[in-house]
Structures are given as C-alpha cells and as structure tokens.
C-alpha cells in the first residue's frame, strides 16, 4: 500500500435544505374476503403458495401519495431492502393527504388466494375538504373527484367486500358512495348525530345464511342463477368516533343509530375519538384524546376494559394479521401493544386484553399504523391456515409520522413464539433473529429528494415542491480542506466553499415530479404533470445567474405529443429529463403518453429530432417480461412518429402506458437507455437517432442505471435489492466476464437495508484514496501486475446512509480465487457485517463508510474530487415544533 496516499476531494455540502413532507397516512390492499360458492363445492383447499406481499402505501402532507414496492424477488421470503419507492402521485397543489383506502376494482371475480397488485386496486383519498379524490394509479393523476354533500370529509373506510366506502362528515352524517364495477355514486346517508365524525369503521361481514330447504327444489339453473345474483357477504352494522366523546353505532340496513358508547370526560370539556377499529369477534377498539385505549363489546356496547396507555391523544391504530394483538401510537410517540390471552380451558372466564409491550421509534407525532398482513375480519372458519411444515412469516407494523421516516418492526403475536411453529418464523425484513414487537430490531425507509449536479459548471440543482434552488460549489485550491460547503483554513463566519446562485417559484397545477440540469450550466428544465418549463441560464460578469425561460418550448411538444381526434391539448408535462454530456440535446421522457422526446438544443430555437414510442407497446412480451432474443438488427417498433408500427399488438386492456422510470446516457453521448415500470429497457442511438435493441427485462425496474465512461458501450443497472447486472449494447449481450458478477461482488452489498440510489464513475490509478479528514479508502494493488489502463474507472455506490467504492472484478481475476474459497456465505441467503469483514477477499474489493446520513445525491465534479450532498435527520427535526414531553413527578 502506498505511504504516501494522494487525497481526493470530498466536497460535504449540508446546505441544501430539503424539507422532507410527513407522513401522514399508510395504508396496504386489502385481504379478499373468501369465496362461499367454493367453500361449499368443495373447492377450497389448503395449498402451499408463495408468500407475496402487497404496496405500501404512503400519503403525505404536502399531498403526494408514494407507492412502495416489495423488493425481494418471487421465490424470496425475505428481503433486507424491503419495501422501497417505485413511484409518487403528485398532488395538487396545494392539497394535503389525510386518510388513504384502498379497495379491489373487481372483488366479485378477483380470487380470494391472491394478493391485489396496483392494477386491481383503486386508491381514495382526502384531505380535510369536501371532495373525496379517486387516483389513477397507471397515469399517476387524479381520476375523478366525488363531493361529500355533508362539509369537511374527516374519516373514510371502505367495507371488507370493497363495494361501499363510508365518508364521515363535518355535519355528522355518515355517507355511502356505492363502488360496485368500478364506479363511484352516492348510494346513501344515515341518520345524522350531532358530531364531527373524526373515525370511522366497519363492523365484520356476515356470511350468507343456507339456503332454505324449499329452495333446494328449485331448478338447479334457476339456483345458479340466484346465487350469482346475491351477494355472498353483507355489511351489518358500522362504528364511527366523533367529536362528543362518544362512540356511534348504526345499522347497514336501516341507515339509523343502534347504541352510543360514551367515554371519560376530564373538567366537563369534549374527549375526542380520533382511532377507532373493529375485530373478527365484533370487538370494538378506540383511542381518545386523553391517551385512553378502550375495548367494548359490540353486541351490548359496554365497556369491557380500558388503559391509560398513552401520555396524549392517541391519532391511530391498527390490528394485528390474526387479530389477537392491537396497536397504538400517537402524539406522545410511543406504539403501544395490547395482547389477547384465553382463559384457562378448565374455567368458565373468557379470556382478556392486556397491555403488553410499548417502544418509541419515532421523534415526533405518530400520524398512521398499519399492518401487513392485514386482519380480514372474518370468522376463524372462514380464514385460510398455513399448510403444515410451512415456513411462518411474521408479520411487519409499519409506522409514520411528523418525523418523515417509515419505520418496520416485526410484530410477531406472543402466543406464535409458544407454538410448534416458533422454529419456521421468519423476518421478512431480515433485521435479527427476533421477531416479536418488543425485542425485534427495527428498519427505517428514509426519505429521498431530487438533486441534480452538473459537473462541468460545478452547480447543484434541488427541486422542492414547487420551486427550485441553486448553488455553486467554488474552486478551491486546496479543496481536500472542505466540509461541510466550508473552507476550515479560514475564518468559519465566512462563506466561501458555496454560494446560492438561483431560487425560483414556480407556477403549477400539481407538486413538480422532475427536473434536470446540463452538465455544462445552461439548461434547466422543471415539469408538473401537466407543464414542462425550459429553461436558459445566463452568468453576468458578477457570478448572478439569471434564468430566462423559452415560452415557444411549451408550444412545441404539444404539437409533437397531439393525439389524433382529441380537441383538447396535450399534456407537455415530463417524468424524466437526461442532457446529453455536451449539452447539446435533451431527452424527454412524457408523463402522460411514455413517449421518448429528443430535442435539439444546440439551435437558436428547441427543436424536435424524434420521438420514439416503444414504450408504449406490448411486442415482446410474455407476461410482462421481455421475450429473449431481441437483439441488434431486429426493429420490433419503428422509430419515428407516423411510422406504421411492424407489431400491431394492443397496449394494455386499459389502454395506458407504462411510466418510464429511468433514462441514462453514455459519455461519448452516444446511447440511450430507457426504463419502465414494466422492467422493460431499451436503446437508442443518439449519434443516428435510431432504436438499436431491446435489453432481456430484470425483475424489477432498476433503481438507478449509468454507462461506464471507460466502455461507453456497456450499460451498468442496479435493481432495489442491490443485485447488479451489466449489458453490452453493441454486442447485444451480457460481457462474459459480467454472468456472475453478483456471485462474486461482496455479500456486505446485498445486507445494506438501504438500497443503492446511484452511481458514480471516475477513473482513479491504483493506490487512489478518498478522504475527507477521517475517513480514508484506499484500493490496494491487485494481486497480478497490470498496466494503468487495463484498471476499471472507480466505482462508487451509494445509498441514504452509506456509500462505498468498490473494485469490479472487471476481468475476472478474484473469480479463481473465489472458487478455492468455499464460504460461508454461499450457504447463508443473508451474511451479518462481521462475517463480511473477516473475509479478506472481500474486504479487499470493498470499503463500506456509514458517516453520511441521508444523502441526496453524490457525483464526481472532476477526477478525484467528490460532491456528496447531505441532509441530516437532526436538521430536518430542528425545524419542526417540539416534540411532546410529559416531566414525571420530582424531574425537571
């Protein structure tokens, strides 16, 4: 190793003050409720199936909604990345996210053994006003909107057999919009109480009573018939919290109240109910302002037991998978357990709640619970029961609040950890052993932002929700000095690591979704959903930079996206934005239409290349994954807009694209690869603005895709669970040094619980460190000698709260030595840090730093000097109100 290390510059910039939104809903799809006509044929049967796990579903209150996906593959139990972002609804704005649900499109067909995915739900939400907004998941845009007819919306459930969604209304009046074949339509009101109905929810469904005996004489099509057209499940009663410290029951049927439930008053003020759930057995649970958990039974509506569990208002809970254990949580940040226990066989006493366990993973205000499996209030009977053998997944509690952060905790039910099935738990978030709530480790998915740094003119962009800011970072002589945007060597009052060069607010329909900046300085673009605004930046001799935006851009890609026949404009608005590295063009990934836009901007005036619609056809697939063998040569598309397609096929049954998630162009600036959420990628060739080939689909869409610089040809994609794939777009193949790269990078990769968000290439001779102060990684020499250029560019990964450089394996040659070793690793699907760091041959090609939290984005301004933009969680909390505390009695 070389004693005299040459120090790479670390720019540590934590002035781009990113305001993450909080969080302020979490909802999962629903469990279909079973099907009768096939449990009385004889049809249902236990069977083993794989596990799936649903989307999670996150509202926030700037009014966006974020769409989580599992990221383990099919065949995987466990995934340390768990669920991660896939895509965001931007909301409008301005507009706020204060309830979310979540119902199956279809339940009358939709098997009950299945997991909804995004294309069979539908997705509700509201946000303190009079309308109730329906989502069009594929388009990523509002789909139709419902008044309340009663004021301010202030709770929202819909029923377990996803036909009817309750409103809970300002005026105290309980409304059902029927959602039967996908519609949305007023069906009915209850009777009104004089209260604010702050919580509402639905009593258990009731299965279809047998047929009576006269009826068995029927016609046997006249009995098909008639069970076709009832309904296998009906509504009984539902329960709503309100403002008038009480607790409101009502009957399906007949719209009237049935009983009240009061709860405790302090001084004669209001106690207000603000979290209200129903179990399987008709129990009733809810929390107050005063902190209380209350149990109650449905049937007498009287109390059955109550807990001072929290310091404050409880604002939610959630019930567990098989509805043994509830779970609370609110201002005072603490999530509290309540566990069921039986009673003894030998007596006559039925069983009782108890407060079992409680943990604060949160710093501020808890907003939203959930839990997933969700419990599916049906009769023990009538729920499905793992085949025996087995494996038994513990079920995870998601939680979000003021703080920004979602956190997982395994919540395995006490009595599992006593069963003969305790030996087949597994975590699914692999994060311990543990898996029960209160000693389980828990996970936190922590927030993202959009930043954009333009190495060339040394410019960092950030978008904010409807602005953007810029700065630059200065030429330093001595820049290995800098942290923190701060030059150390001089008086730490004066700024002279970074300026704020630019701060725009812009005028928009929604949250802006994307933005981009060339490398060179001179173009910013920024969209909404429905806008895409260009444009040009300009330095005065003073360092001020003006932006000066081009009014004929819009005008021209509405002429360019126009849909034949339709009379009103088109959207212009852009879900991705890459410059090519001379900054001469830039490519345009539509929002609405998936259509890929090449603009010239090396003109006077943006003008239009091509326009390329791949994406927005089905041609080979089978189911959804790319058939192999498209390679080089073969055109399933044309490339051109007014070209006849040679594939006829239909797009979707919808008729909507998939959303291009990903774009990446080579350094030479000669390929284009382009991403969708149906993990379709594909490549174009700038140079002659043509398709070239489709690349095999991964299993998911990758989370972030670059070139490398030392073979522009060859496209690096790395997915959410961190494995890395290579393809050589000439060739039209994978490298062949690349077909087991995962097996041979470092198992430390796969066990980080953040996944990787970027990357960055920079070709650094061997012996090359990267410090700032205290921090140092170094690559040793390799075994055989070499020359210079036969060494790969340095490859630095990152995520929110690591990044690490890392020695590909570019021509094999640890492949030999990996092959004598026989690890450990090889048996284990997940590895621990410590098993890592005493692999010598993996701590050699790898070096995991962990002193940045959370990164915004990382970049190589020039050879050997780093950019790493940070924003540190105590930043983003010092700005919120104080968190609540309660001093004990003889404490300060």
Known sequence: MNDNPTHVALHRCRFVDYPPSPITALAFPPSPLPSLRAKKAGKERERDRVQEYGTLVVGHANGNIDLLEWTGEDDELQARQA???????????????????????????????????????????????????????????????????????????????????????????????????????????????????????????????????????????????????????????????????????????????????ITDKIKGEKTLVWAVGVLADGTIVSGDSLGTVKFWDSITCTQTHSFSAHAADVLCLTIGTEGSTVFTSGVDQKIVQFNYVSGAPEASSSGKWIQSASRRVHSHDVRSLAMWPPHTPTPASYRRKPSPGSPYIAPVLVSGGLDMSITLIPALPAHVTTSNVAARVINPIASGVATTFEDSYYRRIPYRATVCVARTARLILCMYQTGLRLWRILDIPDASTVIDGMDNTTDPETRVGWENVLEMELNVHTNLISSALSDDGRWLVASDLYETKLFKLTTTPTGIVKANRIRSFTPLLQQQLSVAGSKEPPSTGGRKFVFTPDSTKMIMASASTSVIVVIDLGSNEPTVLRQFEHHRKTSLLSGRRVIRGSGKGQRPYASHRGDEYEDTDEMTNSGIPPLILQMAVSPDGQWLASSDEWCRTFIYNLDSIQYHTTIPSLPHPPNAMAFVPDKPQVLFSVLPSNAMHVYDVET???????????????????????????????RVESSQPIANGDV????????SPRSTSALPPTTILWGSSWLCKLNLDWLGQYSKQRKRRKSEAEKQKFLSISDVRNSTSESRNLRVITHYRAILAMDFLKSREL??????????????????????????
């Open 776 to 783: 140092t990684m170094t690559e040793s020499p390799p075994e």
């Open 867 to 892: 950019v790493l933009v940070e924003q540190p969680l105590v930043n983003v909390l010092s700005k919120l109100p104080p968190a609540f505390f309660k001093p004990k009695y003889g404490r300060t």
């Open 83 to 261: 669920w991660q972002l896939r895509k965001t609804l931007p909301g409008p704005n301005p507009s706020k996210v204060d309830t979310l649900a979540l119902t199956i499109r279809f339940p009358d067909i939709f098997p009950s053994s299945k997991v909804p995915s995004l294309s069979d739900l539908r997705l509700f939400s509201c946000g303190g006003g009079s309308e109730l907004l329906e989502w069009d998941i594929a388009r990523n845009c509002v789909r139709r909107t419902a008044p309340s007819q009663g004021g301010s919306i202030w709770s929202m459930a819909a029923n377990p057999g996803s036909t009817i969604l309750a409103l809970g209304c300002e005026d105290g009046t309980v409304r059902l919009l029927s959602l039967v074949a996908d519609t949305l339509e007023h069906l009915r009101r209850f009777d009104r109480v004089k209260a604010r109905l702050l919580c509402i929810a639905w009593g258990p469904p009731v299965p279809r009573q047998a047929r009576p005996a006269a009826a068995e004489k029927l016609d046997a099509s006249d009995a098909e018939s008639d069970d076709d057209d009832e309904e296998e499940w009906s509504d009984s009663w539902l329960v709503a919290g309100g403002s008038d410290s009480s607790l409101h029951k009502w009957g399906v049927k007949t719209g009237r109240p049935i009983d009240r439930m």
């Open 732 to 762: 039209g193949e994978v490298p062949s040094w690349a077909h087991d790269l995962n097996s041979r990078i470092p198992q430390q990769i796969f066990s980080t619980p953040d996944p990787i968000l970027g990357i960055a290439f920079d």
